[in-house]
C-alpha cells in the first residue's frame, strides 16, 4: 500500500530550526514527483517547497532535499516564524495519483 509517514514536526522558537523527515513507501519513489505543503488554521493548504519551486514566504530560509535511497524527502527549515506554524504534509504525485501523508503539527513560538 500507499504510504507516507511525516515526522519532525514539534514547538520551536522563532529563529530557529527544524527538519521534517517524509517516509515513503509501496510505490517507486523515484518516478513520483514529491513536494511540501502546509496548513494554518482558518488557511487554504499551500505548497511550500517542491523540488522546482519554492512558497515565496519561505524562499532562502527553507530546502527540500530527496534522498532515493531512503525513499525520503525532508524539508530543512531555518529561521522559522510564528507565520509559519502549520501542519505540514507530505504530497507525492505521479499521473492521476495524488498521495498524503497525516501531517506533521509544526509551532513557532516564544
Known amino acids: 500500500q500507499v504510504q507516507l509517514v511525516e515526522s519532525g514536526g514539534g514547538l520551536v522558537q522563532p529563529g530557529g530550526s527544524l527538519r521534517l523527515s517524509c517516509a515513503a513507501s509501496g510505490f517507486t519513489f523515484s518516478s513520483y514527483a514529491m513536494s511540501w505543503y502546509r496548513q494554518a488554521p482558518g488557511k487554504e493548504r499551500e505548497l511550500v517547497a517542491s523540488m522546482s519551486k519554492y512558497a515565496d514566504s519561505v524562499k532562502g530560509r527553507f530546502t527540500i532535499s530527496r534522498d532515493t535511497a531512503k525513499n525520503s524527502v525532508y524539508l530543512q527549515m531555518n529561521s522559522l516564524k510564528p507565520e509559519d506554524t502549520a501542519v505540514y504534509y507530505c504530497?507525492?504525485?505521479?499521473?492521476?495519483?495524488?498521495?498524503w501523508g497525516q501531517g506533521t503539527q509544526v509551532t513557532v513560538s516564544s
Open positions: 504530497n507525492a504525485k505521479k499521473g492521476g495519483a495524488d498521495y
